[in-house]
């Protein structure tokens, strides 16, 4: 049954779903007024049984209220799918999806039916043909995707809790853009009869809240797992190098972290990892991936991918979730999209009608990619480890912008949200305030099946974690503000200590850190690119060594470093050369007379 309502008009259709009424309250045709922020597709009330008379307890979800993004099955009605000519050419469902009635028989009241992107396939939240919904943390920019309505609905608090599915970021992304929290659950975990598939192998069906043990209750009901006593992490491994390259510093994102971590479970816990590093020595079947094709463009030729394997590595597994939520989407829906040829979103129109060229070999080779994948996260966390990465790496675009059509952006996004999205495992997204007007966020991944240590985890520590975002937020009324030279000088200082204690990826991460804070200091360069010999990243050290020659023409230990990262990548002439010009400058420097005179005589 279809019901059409004027905003002057409500129309009560009773669904009869064997549960509770189901009430039509009013369906939005217009984008005139949006009093819900343009959030909702349709306006319901699914009601939950009568509950329990005392002495038994109430229904654990009771009092609380819920919307659905528009891609969950209810009797009687036609999921949009975000497009309205999905809508005109399906019937209307048999059945309610077994989630949402699992949700309204534990007490909780639906509310409504939500905007997402067209087909639930993009990342950006922005929908033609409903309205995009407005973001309530920044109204000018926009409130991600694919499950924007739902995300909207919590962080404009109309509802309690809100559904969505993830599938490459679809619930992540809006709660790390609107400011809220956001559950992806385990691959498997939570039943998807009665979602319309985006990508079966990939989507998952996730939430969203505000408060952590709503986010947990909900959980507790969906992901149907048997009562365990709560344990606390043994260990909260920092990705470090996720964190190198974000816009926000590094005391409002992976620092808040370390002394949440600090302050409840002690320094044991806490662990360091360059995460690039140890997926190409756990995953081998990324090697078989050899070229990244790109609008039948071969993108492995630069010098650059070459002598970094791992960024190579890294843009291979980012392109993974689009070959397999690609080929998988064009399965199940490639027939109907012929033949009704519907209109799409720029962005979303980019990713369908890209020409990855994927054959039945990669798609396979893929498959053992997420397989060996899931097996090193596994590892790594084992039953009570914690994985911190951001969760996005730039703020969200502005609205109406083409930012997030680019090819950089969407690579930037992939590579973080790819990790839970191939291995299958479980995120949460994590707000942590604003920076320069925008919400900022990280995500707490556990190993396939940690759900609910994930959400007791979140549950502890999220308290502490708000009371650090507000000492790390510099306050307003504070008279004594610390300069960015002063900031940038302190992450030195930091970086140097790091280094001295051999933690080589830590140093970077500080020396980064003074980089963003004030870009034109020849000593971080050449500090970073030290930290960089350490790990063999030769390629990084003598471009952070060029740069730090351009600002300082008498860098002496930028001349050496250089030199020797140009030795080590088969560069001796100017090797030699960087040696010889830092005995110019220092004749005394008897390492760079050494290295000189060695290659001399190498090549005499």
Same mark, same amino acid.
């Given at each position: 049954?279809?019901?059409?309502?004027?905003?002057?008009?409500?129309?009560?259709?009773?669904?009869?779903?064997?549960?509770?009424?189901?009430? $039509?309250?009013?369906?939005?045709? %217009?984008?005139?007024?949006?009093?819900?922020?343009?959030?909702?597709?349709?306006?319901? +009330?699914?009601?939950?049984?009568?509950?329990?008379?005392?002495?038994?307890?109430?229904?654990?979800?009771?009092?609380?209220?819920?919307?659905?993004?528009?891609?969950?099955?209810?009797?009687?009605?036609?999921?949009?799918?975000?497009?309205?000519?999905?809508?005109? %050419?399906?019937?209307?469902?048999?059945?309610?999806?077994? $989630?949402?009635?699992?949700?309204?028989?534990?007490?909780?009241? *639906?509310?409504? %039916?939500?905007?997402?992107?067209?087909?639930?396939?993009?990342?950006?939240?922005?929908?033609?043909?409903?309205?995009?919904?407005?973001?309530p943390a920044v109204p000018n920019r926009v409130p991600g995707g694919s499950s924007s309505g739902a995300a909207v609905a919590v962080a404009a608090n109309f509802v309690d809790f809100s559904l969505g599915?993830?599938?490459?970021?679809?619930?992540?992304?809006?709660?790390?853009? *609107?400011?809220?929290?956001?559950?992806?659950?385990?691959?498997?975990?939570?039943?998807?009869?009665?979602?319309?598939?985006?990508?079966?192998?990939?989507? %998952?069906?996730?939430?969203?809240?505000?408060?952590?043990?709503?986010?947990?209750?909900?959980?507790?009901?969906?992901?149907?797992?048997?009562?365990?006593?709560?344990?606390?992490?043994?260990?909260?491994?920092?990705?470090?190098?996720?964190?190198?390259?974000?816009?926000?510093?590094?005391?409002?994102?992976?620092?808040?972290?370390?002394?949440?971590?600090?302050?409840?479970?002690?320094?044991?816990?806490?662990?360091?990892?360059?995460?690039?590093?140890?997926?190409?020595?756990?995953?081998?079947?990324?090697?078989?991936?050899?070229?990244?094709?790109?609008?039948? $463009?071969?993108?492995?030729?630069?010098?650059?991918?070459?002598?970094?394997?791992?960024?190579?590595?890294?843009?291979?597994?980012?392109?993974?979730?689009?070959?397999?939520?690609?080929?998988?989407?064009?399965?199940?829906?490639?027939?109907?999209?012929?033949?009704?040829?519907?209109?799409?979103?720029?962005?979303?129109?980019?990713?369908?009608?890209?020409?990855?060229?994927?054959?039945?070999?990669?798609?396979?080779?893929?498959?053992?990619?997420?397989?060996?994948?899931?097996?090193?996260? +596994?590892?790594?966390?084992?039953?009570?480890?914690?994985?911190?990465?951001?969760?996005?790496?730039?703020?969200?675009?502005?609205?109406?912008?083409?930012?997030?059509?680019?090819?950089?952006?969407?690579?930037?996004?992939?590579?973080?949200?790819?990790?839970?999205?191939?291995?299958? *495992?479980?995120? $949460?997204?994590?707000?942590?305030?604003?920076?320069?007007?925008?919400?900022?966020?990280?995500?707490?991944?556990?190993?396939?099946?940690?759900?609910?240590?994930?959400?007791?985890?979140?549950?502890?520590?999220?308290?502490?974690?708000?009371?650090?975002?507000?000492?790390?937020?510099?306050?307003?009324?504070?008279?004594?503000?610390?300069?960015?030279?002063?900031?940038?000088?302190?992450?030195?200082?930091?970086?140097?200590?790091?280094?001295?204690?051999?933690?080589?990826?830590?140093?970077?991460?500080?020396?980064?850190?003074?980089?963003?804070?004030?870009?034109?200091?020849?000593?971080?360069?050449?500090?970073?690119?030290?930290?960089?010999?350490?790990?063999?990243?030769?390629?990084?050290?003598?471009?952070?060594?060029?740069?730090?020659?351009?600002?300082?023409?008498?860098?002496?230990?930028?001349?050496?470093?250089?030199?020797?990262?140009?030795?080590?990548?088969?560069?001796?002439?100017?090797?030699?050369?960087?040696?010889?010009?830092?005995?110019?400058?220092?004749?005394?420097?008897?390492?760079?007379?050494?290295?000189?005179?060695?290659?001399?005589?190498?090549?005499?």
């Amino acid at each position: 049954m279809k019901s059409v309502a004027s905003p002057s008009s409500q129309i009560w259709v009773l669904l009869g779903l064997g549960l509770a009424g189901i009430y $039509v309250l009013t369906r939005k045709l %217009t984008q005139a007024a949006k009093q819900d922020f343009g959030a909702f597709i349709l306006k319901l +009330n699914l009601l939950p049984p009568p509950p329990p008379a005392p002495p038994k307890a109430p229904h654990p979800l009771s009092s609380l209220n819920f919307a659905i993004s528009d891609i969950f099955d209810l009797e009687g009605y036609v999921s949009t799918f975000g497009h309205p000519e999905w809508e005109r %050419t399906h019937e209307p469902a048999s059945s309610t999806s077994p $989630v949402v009635s699992a949700l309204v028989e534990s007490g909780a009241t *639906c509310v409504g %039916t939500t905007v997402v992107d067209d087909f639930a396939y993009g990342i950006s939240g922005e929908n033609k043909h409903f309205g995009t919904p407005t973001n309530p943390a920044v109204p000018n920019r926009v409130p991600g995707g694919s499950s924007s309505g739902a995300a909207v609905a919590v962080a404009a608090n109309f509802v309690d809790f809100s559904l969505g599915v993830d599938t490459s970021g679809g619930v992540r992304v809006p709660a790390g853009f *609107c400011g809220i929290l956001g559950f992806r659950p385990s691959q498997g975990a939570v039943s998807h009869v009665g979602i319309i598939p985006v990508s079966t192998s990939l989507d %998952t069906v996730g939430w969203f809240a505000k408060d952590p043990d709503v986010l947990r209750r909900v959980g507790h009901i969906l992901l149907q797992a048997p009562f365990v006593m709560q344990r606390n992490p043994r260990q909260i491994i920092i990705a470090d190098d996720c964190f190198q390259h974000l816009n926000v510093p590094l005391d409002r994102t992976s620092q808040v972290l370390i002394k949440t971590t600090e302050k409840l479970f002690g320094k044991q816990v806490l662990k360091h990892i360059n995460l690039e590093d140890y997926i190409s020595s756990k995953v081998p079947s990324l090697k078989a991936c050899s070229i990244q094709k790109s609008n039948g $463009v071969l993108k492995s030729s630069s010098l650059k991918l070459l002598a970094n394997i791992m960024q190579f590595l890294q843009s291979v597994i980012i392109l993974l979730p689009l070959y397999l939520c690609r080929h998988e989407f064009e399965q199940t829906h490639n027939e109907w999209m012929s033949i009704v040829k519907p209109d799409l979103h720029p962005a979303v129109s980019a990713q369908l009608n890209e020409k990855f060229e994927v054959s039945d070999v990669e798609i396979e080779n893929s498959k053992s990619v997420r397989s060996e994948l899931r097996i090193a996260v +596994n590892s790594l966390l084992k039953d009570e480890g914690i994985l911190v990465i951001p969760t996005v790496a730039d703020p969200p675009p502005k609205l109406g912008g083409k930012e997030i059509l680019s090819q950089d952006y969407q690579s930037r996004a992939l590579s973080l949200l790819s990790i839970a999205s191939i291995s299958g *495992c479980c995120q $949460v997204t994590i707000p942590l305030g604003l920076y320069d007007k925008n919400p900022v966020s990280v995500s707490l991944i556990a190993r396939h099946g940690g759900d609910r240590f994930l959400l007791d985890t979140l549950k502890t520590m999220y308290t502490v974690l708000q009371e650090q975002v507000d000492i790390a937020a510099p306050s307003k009324s504070s008279k004594s503000v610390v300069s960015k030279e002063q900031s940038a000088e302190i992450a030195k200082e930091k970086g140097n200590q790091a280094y001295k204690d051999k933690q080589w990826q830590k140093a970077i991460g500080f020396y980064t850190e003074a980089i963003k804070l004030c870009g034109h200091n020849a000593t971080y360069y050449s500090n970073r690119a030290q930290a960089y010999l350490e790990l063999g990243s030769y390629l990084q050290a003598e471009e952070d060594c060029t740069k730090a020659i351009s600002f300082d023409k008498k860098n002496v230990k930028a001349y050496f470093r250089r030199g020797t990262a140009r030795e080590m990548l088969g560069y001796y002439k100017e090797a030699i050369d960087d040696f010889k010009y830092a005995l110019v400058l220092e004749p005394t420097n008897k390492r760079a007379a050494s290295a000189a005179e060695r290659l001399r005589k190498l090549f005499q």
